[in-house]
């Protein structure tokens, strides 16, 4: 954690908070009804884009960029991975993706496309000459075999993987230009795997492993690697929309007091995700803000369900009635995230607003953990959090408070990054974890599969007949109403068995210097890497 982060100036210092987290407090649900929503009226924070950022930019120039995360995730090129989401947009590109919450379709490599009458075939017509940073084709052939890498064992495990296995049947290259998806389930559904296909030459994947540059089909050509410092991306231009700038500088800072500093002294132009100490002090001080409308992610708590402790849902269920999401909001994010009370935003068809109610309410916890047996109190229970997550930590510290008045004894393990995905994604950690939850503003459907949290198998363990019925069921679904039905099904499953559960949305924040013009982040916070430039 940041160790300059509780001692500046708060509306709520740490005392203040960790004194009123102990307090007893009940809240409004009841173990009958307890929270699927947002708070409130279920809006997300606004994408902004700063007065005078869309100034005119002049053409060439370097872009200094400051994060925490390497240049390249190990498990590039398809993984999606919030720290990474600038370079991402730089090296990569879709065929098509969504750029409003609303799901609409946009073109990119692939400049048009059409369904079949009953919508089992969509077929894709890519943009003339397309190439990768390589020079190798970008053709109908090579997307045929980047599907096919999205499933291949020797590929990184991602996310976008179990769409491609759910959604399509097979892939044909129609000729140089036309690829053809021939769709296991019909319909709109689709475009939610393209939003996370990030093409990439397939031949590429194994040197990317082996720390080499990716060969990728966005903007800008990765020129130079440097581990533990970050690397250097130079404009590409064969790219069917050539970016503004000449290349970007990317610098991998250790913490994100680090990138403060650096944006101040003008190693940085551009930094991602600051504390909102710093956000909110360099906003009054000339930097431009932007904030994203929190569509990718939310902070969640998941629970192992073959764990000693945690197998019993009387315990699990204990612990969601833990969390002040309400004091996580205030204390830690500002007021500028939002309290999630489920899995689903209040704009998704999944959402059912009788679940929306405050479940915080340390009396119902009490009862729930003594009913499971632990009269005295639990054994400490590890939370398992990535080791340069300074924002879950500080999320932890909250619940843990609370959680110890229940009976609850919770004890934070840090983790290093690699060590925390292998044993996530494996579900191979003694208690709980906290980390980002993602892709519950895409089509309902689609989070049954593509989330490591929910799918089958997922991170928690949780795999109940019912819920493998569930998932079969859903997979053959092909009407609205069926859906419907069957997302309700689910809601009743989770709040059962509560395996997994949120706690606030997250939007997240870039800073930049007044440099840097025509920076802006569609809903899905996807950067404008390709328009941006410098004054």
């Not at 590929?155 to 097979?170: E, I, M």
């Not at 966005?218 to 440097?226: E, L, M, R």
């Not at 803000?289 to 000693?308: D, H």
Request: net charge neutral.
């Amino acid at each position: 954690m940041d160790s300059n982060y509780w001692t500046r100036r708060r509306p709520v210092t740490r005392r203040r908070l960790l004194g009123a987290a102990v307090a007893t407090g009940t809240g409004a649900a009841s173990l009958a009804l307890v929270g699927c929503g947002s708070s409130g009226n279920g809006k997300k924070a606004a994408s902004t884009t700063p007065t005078g950022s869309t100034a005119a930019a002049v053409r060439g120039g370097t872009l200094k960029v400051g994060g925490q995360a390497a240049l390249v995730s190990p498990n590039a090129p398809y993984n999606y991975d919030g720290p990474y989401i600038p370079n991402i947009y730089a090296i990569w590109d879709n065929l098509i993706r969504y750029d409003s919450a609303d799901l609409t379709p946009v073109a990119r490599l692939a400049k048009s496309w059409e369904f079949n009458g009953d919508k089992t075939e969509i077929t894709l017509e890519l943009r003339p000459g397309l190439t990768y940073h390589s020079g190798a084709k970008l053709d109908a052939q090579s997307v045929v075999d980047g599907f096919k890498s999205l499933t291949d064992p020797a590929t990184p495990v991602s996310q976008v993987a179990g769409v491609a296995k759910a959604y399509v049947d097979s892939v044909a290259a129609v000729d140089p230009t036309h690829a053809k998806f021939t769709l296991k389930r019909p319909g709109d559904l689709i475009f939610d795997m393209f939003e996370y296909w990030y093409v990439s030459n397939p031949a590429n994947i194994a040197a990317i492993k082996a720390g080499q540059a990716p060969d990728g089909s966005g903007p800008f050509k990765v020129t130079a690697i440097k581990p533990n410092q970050g690397g250097t991306l130079a404009k590409f231009p064969d790219y069917y929309d050539p970016a503004v700038l000449d290349g970007i500088d990317y610098k991998q800072m250790p913490n994100q007091a680090s990138m403060a500093v650096a944006l101040k002294s003008g190693d940085a132009d551009i930094i991602l995700d600051p504390t909102y100490d710093d956000s909110e002090t360099l906003g009054k001080s000339g930097y431009d803000v932007y904030t994203t409308k929190s569509l990718i992610g939310e902070y969640n708590f998941g629970m192992n369900t073959k764990g000693e402790v945690t197998k019993d849902a009387r315990l699990r269920k204990a612990l969601y009635h833990c969390v002040d999401r309400q004091r996580i909001n205030d204390a830690v994010f500002l007021s500028k995230a939002h309290p999630m009370n489920c899995l689903w935003p209040s704009s998704s068809p999944a959402y059912e607003k009788r679940y929306d109610a405050d479940p915080y309410d340390l009396a119902e916890a009490k009862k729930l953990v003594e009913a499971a047996g632990f009269s005295n109190g639990t054994p400490d229970l590890e939370v398992m959090i990535g080791s340069s997550d300074a924002t879950n930590l500080q999320i932890f510290n909250i619940i843990q408070a609370s959680a110890k008045q229940a009976g609850i004894n919770l004890k934070v393990n840090q983790v290093d990054p690699t060590t925390f995905s292998s044993q996530f994604t494996k579900g191979a950690y003694p208690a709980c974890f906290q980390v980002r939850f993602g892709f519950n503003a895409l089509h309902p459907d689609t989070l049954f599969v593509m989330n490591f949290q929910v799918r089958l198998p997922n991170s928690e363990n949780f795999d109940t007949p019912e819920y493998q019925k569930f998932q079969s069921d859903i997979a053959a679904a092909k009407t609205t109403d069926e859906r419907k039905a069957l997302y309700q099904a689910f809601n009743k499953i989770w709040d059962d068995e509560m395996w997994v559960f949120l706690t606030v949305s997250q939007p997240d924040q870039y800073i930049a210097n007044k440099k840097v013009k025509n920076f802006s982040l569609n809903d899905f916070s996807a950067p404008s890497m390709a328009k941006v430039g410098l004054s």
